[in-house]
């Protein structure tokens, strides 16, 4: 079960990158990392949407952003249910009396790669998203991100 609750939140990071362009960590125990300065780079998809009207999205704009969010909710979808599955065969594996190393690792690395996939689409949708914003509503985005309640 909390290896399942992993590979979810695992799942979720595209939330969590996104979100974490929005507002600074929450506060924990240890030290802590300073701000995300690449998820400040960029523009979370709800925060365009958000905002569309104060930022003066083009009719265009926004036929280009549905479609590019459809895409990318497709091939997140798909992700999911491959990361899943991998997933599933590490616990498979895990769960065994005897533990093969070498098979573990070799299901790992295809856990990984997934999950390098799941973060190259999001970060591609993100480069996709601002660069279809103009420098100015990129800084209205910008003043309307700094304005937000934390």
């Keep these: 079960m909390r290896t399942r609750?992993?590979?979810?939140?695992?799942?979720?990071?595209?939330?969590?990158?996104?979100?974490?362009?929005?507002?600074?960590?929450?506060?924990?125990?240890?030290?802590q990392p300073g701000p995300d300065p690449l998820g400040q780079s960029f523009f979370a998809p709800e925060l365009?949407?958000?905002?569309?009207?104060?930022?003066?999205?083009?009719?265009?704009q926004k036929s280009y952003f549905r479609t590019e969010l459809r895409d990318a909710q497709l091939k997140f979808t798909d992700l999911q249910w491959k990361l899943q599955d991998e997933?599933?065969?590490?616990?498979s594996l895990a769960n065994q009396p005897h533990v093969?190393?070498?098979?573990?690792?070799?299901?790992?690395?295809?856990?990984?790669?997934v999950e390098r996939e799941v973060k190259r689409a999001q970060i591609s949708l993100l480069?996709?998203?601002?660069?279809?914003l103009t420098p100015e509503q990129q800084a209205k985005l910008e003043d309307l991100?700094?304005?937000a309640p934390r």
């Design 100 to 113: 093969d190393e070498q098979q573990v690792l070799a299901q790992l690395e295809k856990v990984l790669t």
């Design 145 to 147: 991100r700094g304005k």
């Design 5 to 31: 609750i992993a590979l979810i939140n695992a799942l979720l990071w595209l939330g969590v990158c996104m979100a974490s362009a929005q507002r600074p960590a929450p506060v924990a125990r240890g030290p």
């Design 87 to 91: 997933g599933e065969k590490m616990i």
């Design 48 to 60: 365009v949407m958000q905002n569309q009207q104060a930022i003066g999205l083009t009719d265009e």
């Design 127 to 132: 480069v996709h998203i601002k660069n279809k």
